[in-house]
């Protein structure tokens, strides 16, 4: 059964830095891309970073690019969001997505983790 867990969201003031790790089951990080979307108050599902199988390819959207960095951990079947320079305008719910249907930019993958609540202070 496929199964995505979040953790390590929380309230940080601007500036700060946060990692966000996803645990899943070995078939499920076996996926062809796992990623991050997040969801702000008010506002659609925004794509926020992926990375392929091989863990040697990465996409971040404008936003973060510079600022956060996607990595995969083989040993711990875990993927981690390492957030820096944090704005409050990164104030969102992040989920854990995994296999993408379509494409890795499209909200379409076939498994969602329940979401972390990340809050970034003024």
């Known amino acids: 059964q496929a199964q995505l867990v979040e953790s390590g969201g929380g309230l940080v003031r601007a500036g700060d830095s946060l990692r966000l790790s996803c645990a899943a089951s070995l078939r499920t990080f076996n996926s062809a891309a796992m990623g991050w979307f997040r969801r702000a108050p008010g506002k659609e599902r925004e794509f926020v970073a992926a990375?392929?199988?091989?863990?040697?390819?990465?996409f971040y959207s404008e936003s973060v690019t510079g600022r956060f960095t996607i990595a995969k951990d083989n040993a711990k079947n875990t993927i981690d969001l390492q957030m820096n320079s944090l704005k409050p305008e990164d104030t969102a719910v992040y989920y854990c997505?995994?296999?993408?249907?379509?494409?890795?930019?499209?909200?379409?993958?076939?498994?969602w983790g329940q979401g972390t609540q990340v809050t970034v202070s003024s």
């Open positions: 990375i392929y199988r091989s863990g040697d390819t990465t």
């Open positions: 997505v995994a296999n993408p249907r379509t494409s890795i930019f499209r909200a379409d993958y076939d498994y």
